[in-house]
């Protein structure tokens, strides 16, 4: 019984490492599947897809291969690929060298799964160690993986996580196979396929919601106010610890059998709230999802049989096409346009028809015959102690939250800069926190668009509240397409009075919003300003857009100082442009015209732009050079005159 316990032990460890690993990738091959293979927006949605879906279903011969050759075999030498992959990744500058090292590092870890599913005979705890220890180690960073880091550390790190799992691979691939020794076979249960069936939706879910460190600080900084102004700094996390500490509990330790039907429904209102809920409730659907997703994988592991290697294996690349299919609809819709809030459900509903599946066959099963014998699994309690500590750590590390306060009295001058970010990622494909904060230089306020606090297409990262770190300066954020992607304002000044107004869609894919703030530089001397980033349907102007952020921006300034700025899609002379300023506002670049601002490698178009009201002089405008965006950042330099007391 040692020997099988020391074997499965091994198994668990194998595929928590691997999932780490396999995770890793997947953070780096999505994001450069949009920003390498193509340009969100401009590239269609239907072509980046197909690219990148086609790897998953490459991956359906991998099954087949296993029964050919060998799981052992096939398992060791796709692990050794993954892991020179993942290291190689650490070394790349991007581009599309980066892209075919993510491509194979993320077939190669499919292989590695449908090889791992025909030897490990409880895949539940290494599935659960596994989307533990990736969402704590991202949480641990900071949500900048270690790919981005370029520095010695990433590689001791990168260099040491392959080296446990290539010694946990080896050690694996010595033990006994499944039901070919007495100590195997004597009684054992048959690994459940509908668990790794799981595999995929699992990771969809747990990165989209139920595990993410990143909606975890969105989720508090919509429950506290302004994420970058206050807070203690453990509450920053504090979702998190709650999320990993139920997903462990109610996947190793599951409540009675009476109320276990209950945790898939957990998971799909989870869903439903993180789809149609409000801001305010991305909290409370974490941890909904998160019981309810652990929940779920507790009742697949109760079904022990039968399967078949071929079948494990078809069942895990079944469940990965799943996460891809999802992923790839579910953000699609912000450049195709159609509602997704609904997909994250269906997903969650699919996961629980699979476990109250398994449910239902382990209780037919133990009707005509005692239950299978299996050995006790890890203790739940102290994997979730030991988990909610780490996420508290991270949280500690990670904190406290910016504070802005107020200088001796009211500068003479504010230097502002407008940069549409692209969700961090440079035109190389990689997430340069060093090169945007280059190009912002030292800024007083900042004002972003496509700002991302979590996606799991651009890796999960909060973009925002690492740049805003970096930066040492609070921030403002108003979510335009979801909750979790919008605009920003950062200040080294404390701000007020934050309002955001919602765009008319006029028949664009992508939402729009205006998002106001007020700048107090004390003795009374304050200043509006307004971030948007304006989004047209395909082939047209914004002007009906362009139209609401005037009014609102207008109303919102009373008669006082006001700047806005942001991407406007729109250049001078065009529609939307000519209703900025007959509302007004004057162009800040005008004496500098042209200054085109995208692509940033080529500035071809002038669409990012800043306007002042006509009170407020204006020094020093320009596009500042830098590819760390697809967009130039513009700034300009104001100077507060003595109307700005109030």
């Not at 699992?202 to 989720?219: C, F, R």
């Not at 399967?307 to 799943?322: D, K, P, Q, W």
Request: charged letters at 10%; aromatic letters at 6%; hydrophobic letters at 55%.
């Amino acid at each position: 019984m040692r020997t099988v316990l020391r074997h499965r032990h091994l198994g668990t460890a194998t595929l928590a490492l691997g999932l780490v690993v396999l995770t890793d990738v997947l953070r780096v091959f999505l994001p450069s599947v949009i920003t390498i293979f193509g340009q969100a927006a401009s590239t269609p949605a239907e072509l980046l897809g197909a690219f990148a879906l086609g790897w998953f279903v490459l991956a359906l011969a991998a099954p087949a291969l296993v029964v050919r050759v060998g799981a052992r075999p096939v398992g060791l030498v796709a692990v050794v690929v993954l892991s020179a992959a993942r290291l190689a990744l650490t070394a790349m500058p991007g581009g599309r060298t980066q892209l075919w090292l993510a491509t194979v590092g993320l077939l190669a870890g499919l292989v590695w799964l449908a090889a791992t599913a025909s030897q490990v005979t409880q895949p539940v705890p290494g599935l659960v160690f596994g989307l533990t220890a990736g969402a704590l180690g991202h949480a641990l960073l900071g949500t900048h993986d270690l790919v981005w880091w370029g520095r010695w550390e990433a590689w001791l790190l990168s260099v040491a996580l392959v080296a446990l799992l290539l010694v946990a691979a080896v050690a694996s691939a010595r033990r006994p196979e499944p039901g070919r020794s007495a100590a195997a076979g004597d009684g054992d249960a048959v690994p459940p396929a509908r668990s790794w069936l799981l595999v995929g939706p699992s990771l969809l879910l747990g990165g989209m919601l139920a595990l993410s460190p990143a909606v975890a600080s969105t989720a508090m900084s919509f429950w506290l106010g302004d994420a970058g102004t206050a807070g203690p700094p453990l509450f920053a996390l504090a979702p998190l610890a709650g999320a990993v500490a139920l997903f462990v509990f109610c996947a190793l330790s599951p409540p009675r059998e009476r109320w276990r039907p209950l945790l898939p429904v957990l998971l799909l209102v989870g869903a439903l709230l993180f789809g149609y809920g409000p801001p305010s409730a991305l909290g409370l659907a974490m941890l909904l999802a998160a019981a309810g997703l652990g929940g779920c994988l507790a009742l697949t592991g109760a079904d022990h049989g039968p399967s078949t290697a071929a079948r494990r294996g078809y069942a895990s690349i079944g469940g990965m096409l799943v996460f891809a299919v999802a992923a790839v609809l579910y953000y699609a819709a912000y450049d195709i346009g159609y509602p997704n809030g609904w997909l994250p459900a269906v997903v969650a509903a699919v996961t629980g028809v699979v476990a109250l599946g398994g449910r239902l066959s382990a209780v037919k099963a133990a009707a005509v015959a005692p239950p299978v014998r299996t050995a006790t699994g890890p203790s739940a309690w102290p994997a979730a102690l030991l988990a909610t500590l780490v996420a508290l750590v991270a949280a500690s590390i990670h904190g406290p939250w910016l504070v802005a306060s107020n200088r001796s009295g009211p500068p003479e001058q504010v230097r502002l800069v407008a940069y549409n970010i692209r969700m961090g990622f440079g035109l190389d494909g990689r997430l340069d926190l060093a090169a945007l904060d280059r190009a912002i230089g030292r800024a007083d306020v900042v004002v972003l668009s496509e700002v991302d606090r979590g996606w799991l297409l651009n890796g999960g990262h909060d973009t925002l509240h690492l740049l805003a770190t970096r930066l040492e300066m609070p921030y403002v954020f108003a979510p335009a397409a979801g909750t979790l992607w919008g605009d920003a304002v950062l200040s080294r000044w404390p701000v007020q009075r934050a309002q955001t107004r919602v765009l008319p869609a006029v028949g664009a894919p992508t939402g729009a919003q205006a998002l106001g703030v007020t700048v107090d530089f004390s003795d009374g001397v304050r200043l509006a300003v307004v971030s948007t980033h304006l989004q047209p349907p395909p082939g047209t102007d914004p002007v009906v857009q362009a139209q609401a952020v005037a009014d609102f921006a207008t109303a919102y300034a009373d008669g006082g100082p006001l700047v806005v700025a942001g991407d406007f899609n729109t250049e001078p002379g065009d529609p939307a442009f000519t209703a900025l300023t007959d509302a007004g506002l004057v162009d800040a670049f005008a004496a500098v015209r042209p200054l085109p601002t995208s692509p940033a490698d080529d500035p071809r178009t002038q669409i990012d732009h800043i306007f002042v009201s006509p009170d407020l002089p204006t020094t020093d405008p320009t596009a500042i050079p830098s590819t760390a965006s697809d967009h130039l950042p513009v700034a300009v330099t104001l100077r507060l005159p003595p109307a700005a007391r109030q």
